[in-house]
């Protein structure tokens, strides 16, 4: 395991800049009484009495309906391929990005804030647009800390029983019916994942990336979790329970960096990134090398052969 900069926790006196700063001026860490009920499905906005009581995702896993999946399974299909479409067309062009993620719970103006809204910075200071889940609390800590150091900022929304709205510090929204496309772009536009204290969506992200890594899915993918306090209990089992039952290797710890350093963070991304251009031009300047050996081989034999013929 790769282990950063060390520092005290987040509840001790770590020194974290903009902790001090007043809480932004809208209200994405608590829904407000005077706004109506509001669902997002896709580009459509749906208020107050035609808000459905399932989501997209609970009707498509719903097993009760008897066989009218039958008829209506199909057109979903279409439904989930407009999705990747959209979102493949929408980032097509974003350029160098990394994925952050984190507690939609993280109150504004606490330590934890402080600490998304420097990666934010950090990232887009490094070149790098940051993609986040659109939603309050740690994920606009993060696109808000973009926004503010001139970068781009990205926000991939996803429609719940429990309506979280785009936070407004987001440049580029899209709204997803389905958490599988949606998890699609946060690895396909991403450079690598950085991951502050969060719950079971943090956790799911954060496993789903170490999976998709450990099985070589995706490749010179760094992870990065900001949090000594937070995370190295959870780094502290895996080497003591599921190390020794065999349920990981001691590689796949190395996976892993640990930080609590937003800086150190970028740094452990940006090296990756640079690793993998390098390596990539390296890849490209021996294929070319091969086509010109194979041109030349075949030049020879013609020539060769010619010579025999006369």
């Given amino acids: 395991m790769r282990v950063g900069v060390k520092a005290a926790d987040y509840g001790g006196t770590m020194s974290v800049p903009f902790a001090s700063d007043p809480a932004p001026p809208h209200p994405f860490n608590a829904p407000d009484p005077m706004e109506p009920a509001e ?8 208020r107050r009495g035609q808000v459905p009581e399932q989501t997209t995702d609970q009707r498509l896993l719903d097993t009760r309906n008897g066989h009218d999946w039958v008829q209506s399974d199909p057109w979903r299909v279409l439904r989930i391929q407009a999705e990747f479409v959209e979102g493949f067309d929408s980032l097509a062009h974003l350029g160098p990005a990394v994925s952050v993620f984190g507690s939609a719970r993280t109150a504004a103006g606490s330590p934890e804030y402080a600490i998304g809204r420097a990666v934010g910075r950090e990232l887009a200071e490094a070149g790098f647009a940051v993609i986040t889940g659109g939603g309050p609390g740690s994920m606009e800590a993060a696109n808000r800390g973009a926004q503010e150091a001139g970068g781009v900022s990205v926000g991939l929304g996803i429609e719940l029983p429990f309506e979280q709205r785009m936070n407004h510090w987001v440049d580029i929204g899209i709204n997803f ?10 690895v396909k536009y991403a450079q690598g994942f950085i991951v502050l204290p969060g ?5 799911d992200e954060l496993f789903e990336a170490l999976t998709l890594v450990q099985t070589r899915k995706v490749t010179q993918f760094p992870v990065v979790l900001v949090g000594t306090h937070y995370w190295q209990g959870l780094l502290d089992w895996m080497r003591t329970t599921m190390l020794p039952e065999h349920k990981i290797s001691e590689p796949d710890l190395d996976l892993i960096a640990l930080t609590d350093d937003p800086a150190e963070a970028v740094r452990i991304v940006a090296d ?7 390596a990539a031009v390296a890849a490209a300047r021996a294929l070319a090398a091969d086509i010109i050996a194979a041109r030349h081989a075949g030049e020879q034999s013609r020539a060769q052969e010619e010579h025999r013929l006369t």
Avoid: I, P, V
């Fill in 199 to 203: 719950g079971m969506g943090t956790m």
């Fill in 177 to 186: 019916r389905y958490f599988f496309s949606r998890k699609t772009m946060f």
């Fill in 39 to 46: 669902r997002h499905e896709g580009a459509t906005t749906l």
């Fill in 272 to 278: 990756s990134s640079n690793q993998r251009d390098d």
